[in-house]
């Protein structure tokens, strides 16, 4: 069975830092792409940053120069650190593990991060 469990969000003041947590099982974690996505209040879940299976990363522009994505292959986890926090970044945090070889995509449940004074 898969898992992938988000842990970290929180409450935080604009400018504020987080780092969130996404550990998993179930899965040859090095066989898929691993990333973070995040979705707002009446607004489409969206990309926030991802690993290729290169280890390249892909994010988005509004949060490059202040989020960093990181794994670590042997604990089977993927982080991401985020700093410089705006309001805008107020969101519902889902870690991703995506194969197009297996053509599975994976979602955790979510980590609420809100940003306000």
């Known amino acids: 069975q898969v898992q992938l469990v988000e842990s970290g969000g929180d409450l935080v003041q604009p400018g504020g830092s987080l780092t969130l947590s996404c550990t998993t099982s179930?899965?040859?974690?090095?066989?898929?792409?691993m990333g973070w996505y995040r979705q707002a209040p009446g607004k489409q879940r969206e990309l926030v940053a991802r690993f290729d299976l290169d280890n390249t990363i892909k994010s988005s522009d509004s949060v490059k120069g202040r989020f960093t994505i990181s794994k670590d292959n042997a604990k089977k986890s993927v982080y991401l650190q985020m700093n410089n926090l705006k309001s805008e970044d107020t969101a519902i945090y889902y870690c991703?593990?995506?194969?197009?070889?297996?053509?599975?995509?994976?979602y955790g449940q979510g980590t609420q991060v809100t940003v306000s004074s």
């Open positions: 991703n593990a995506w194969s197009y070889t297996y053509n599975k995509d994976y």
């Open positions: 179930g899965l040859s974690f090095t066989d898929y792409k």
